[in-house]
């Protein structure tokens, strides 16, 4: 039954999962040696998994019933994961920033009211941005104030130099660690784009992407990011350059048919691959409601696609484990 | 005698009421809310919605509608996140997603010790509540024509559009403060142009020919919700009482648009 399960899954992700027009065969998962971390919806909220890349071993690493944890993301080492936890429901929902072990143990508060976080690649600074109203909650991803670094060895944190600093989600950090890159939406004066943010200046400037949710790739060299709901996009990317994103060098590495969403991408830490999450018109926000929403990986080289995970229930927000855990 | 004496008297009096109903419902007022929102009071009554084809009658209850579409000083007075590309005081609320325009609603409820209209889950609209919310596709049109039966409010003169409507030949590319142009008769600004403004009703091009004639709210399930009034963006083609538009931009913040905004209506009583 689980096989005849597993066959269907992948005869309808085939039908869907369309590159250039042509459905691409899966990729075999089993040769790939990384695990993921994701959020699940399960017993009425949201829990955090880890599951090797063909979908095998599958474990919970939090199990609470009335509280949510979600976005998960891994440190460099791959010893520690950053989430956000959520507690309380509707307008009165309160959204706080915490770090446990690899294994789930150890769960520790960071920062309340706070969101959207990413590791610095060093590991020593967890990047994050507040909540803006405290008079009622929103899932909006871009209901953000200011931008703010942890400091994992003292505990302090710092606000960055700029102030003026609004509505930023999705936060990923350069690899070489000098800037932050982020989606604006209605802020600083922007309607909706994508932006690098020196870390340790306070200048910011546009990428020249259009979309959301820019990911770089390990190495630095190239980002991927969701131009739309339907499809994500590859380009190389520099950042010393006044134009970071050429138009010439974007490509379109992968588009679904109407009715299906992909979210979420992740390179994995060889570079060859991506996990993103898939599934049919749903909420891509950390919280929002995704029924049949799975975990699925891309080759890079190949725009061969496979599913991770094929329960569907709400899988999002993959992260890779980096090999040294 | 006196049985005639009491049929006259009878007569007088049901006159009388009818009257002063007739009185009430054509009055038109200003007035300010709670938290100080100037909206206007429109009477109850029936109206030609569409044109063309589509043409039918509809009869609706009396309602209140916010004078102004919906500031960011607005949204500031709530403490609610303001997205507009924008940015300034005056100047409507832009990039907002259905679902949102429908959360200040709920909020400004709250505020004014008023029962929310809005399922937070669902978004249902429960009309018997005595909060704020989006106005029906037809409370729209009623209030956009103020009384009127031609193309526009002002008439059917295209030249007249810059006096009453923020639009592409006068936008210099942005939304304007509320209420830069001049108003409908009902009092009503921005009716056309400056943001196209979402309507409570789910969108359906074919809804009219079932539609029921009074209080009409919409199709029960779609995609996409109605807008209505065109937009600073706009050209002068786009505008026109009757002209419907839709967007999906309901709950996705990838697709939210510096055209779109709102304003809130609530019961009359």
Request: hydrophobic letters at 30%.
């Amino acid at each position: 039954m689980k096989n005849k399960y597993t066959i269907l899954a992948i005869l309808m992700f085939s039908s869907v999962m369309l590159t250039a027009g042509e459905n691409k065969p899966a990729i075999n998962l089993s040769a790939i040696k990384y695990r993921l971390v994701y959020e699940t919806f399960d017993n009425g909220s949201f829990d955090i998994c880890i599951i090797n890349a063909d979908g095998t071993g599958k474990k919970k690493l939090t199990n609470t019933k009335n509280v949510h944890e979600m976005h998960p993301k891994v440190s460099p080492d791959g010893k520690l994961i950053s989430y956000l936890q959520d507690t309380g429901e509707g307008r009165d929902r309160k959204r706080d920033l915490y770090v446990m072990n690899i294994d789930g143990s150890g769960k520790k508060l960071i920062s309340k009211d706070s969101r959207e976080q990413c590791w610095s690649p060093d590991g020593k600074f967890i990047a994050f941005v507040k909540s803006e109203s405290t008079r009622r909650f929103s899932l909006e991803s871009w209901s953000t104030k200011g931008l703010f670094f942890y400091n994992m060895e003292t505990g302090q944190v710092r606000e960055h130099a700029n102030k003026t600093l609004e509505h930023l989600y999705s936060l990923g950090w350069s690899p070489d660690g000098k800037y932050v890159t982020a989606t604006v939406l209605g802020g600083m004066g922007l309607k909706h784009t994508n932006i690098g943010i020196e870390v340790n200046g306070s200048r910011y400037f546009k990428l020249n992407v259009t979309g959301c949710r820019p990911e770089f790739s390990p190495d630095g060299s190239r980002i991927g990011w969701g131009r739309t709901d339907f499809e994500f996009n590859i380009a190389k990317i520099n950042m010393n350059r006044s134009v970071p994103v050429l138009d010439k060098d974007k490509i379109n590495f992968l588009h679904v048919t109407k009715g299906y969403e992909v979210y979420h991408l992740d390179w994995s830490p060889d570079g060859k691959y991506i996990a993103f999450s898939f599934g049919p018109d749903g909420e891509q926000h950390v919280g929002g409601t995704a029924k049949g929403w799975n975990i699925c990986i891309a080759e890079i080289a190949t725009g061969k696609s496979a599913y991770v995970t094929t329960d569907g229930n709400q899988n999002k927000e993959p992260d890779w484990i980096p090999a040294g855990e | 005698m006196k049985k005639i004496i009491t049929i006259l008297s009878i007569t007088a009096v049901i006159l009388a009421v009818l009257s002063c109903g007739k009185k009430s419902d054509t009055t038109v007022k200003e007035i300010k809310t709670g938290s100080g929102i100037e909206m206007v009071s429109l009477p109850g009554g029936e109206f030609t919605m569409g044109e063309g084809a589509d043409a039918h009658q509809v009869k609706l209850s009396p309602f209140l509608i916010d004078k102004y579409e919906v500031t960011q000083e607005m949204f500031k007075q709530i403490e609610l996140p303001n997205p507009s590309h924008f940015k300034g005081d005056k100047n409507p609320v832009e990039m907002i997603a259905w679902v949102n325009a429908a959360v200040y609603c709920n909020e400004r409820s709250l505020e004014e010790g008023l029962v929310p209209c809005y399922n937070e889950d669902t978004w249902e609209c429960n009309f018997d509540a005595n909060g704020y919310r989006l106005p029906t596709e037809a409370e729209w049109e009623y209030a956009a024509r103020a009384g009127s039966k031609e193309k526009y409010f002002f008439g059917n003169d295209q030249k007249n559009m810059k006096n009453y409507v923020i639009y592409s030949r006068n936008s210099s590319g942005k939304t304007a403060p509320a209420g830069s142009r001049k108003p409908n008769a009902w009092g009503l600004y921005d009716m056309y142009g400056n943001v196209a403004e979402w309507c409570n009703d789910i969108y359906s091009a074919d809804y009219y020919k079932s539609s029921p004639s009074t209080d009409p709210r919409g199709p029960k399930e779609g995609k996409e919700r109605v807008l209505r009034g065109g937009s600073w963006n706009d050209s002068e083609e786009s505008f026109g009482s009757a002209v419907r538009a839709m967007d999906g931009s309901i709950n996705d913040a990838c697709i939210l648009r510096d055209t779109i905004g709102f304003r809130a209506v609530r019961r009359a009583d």
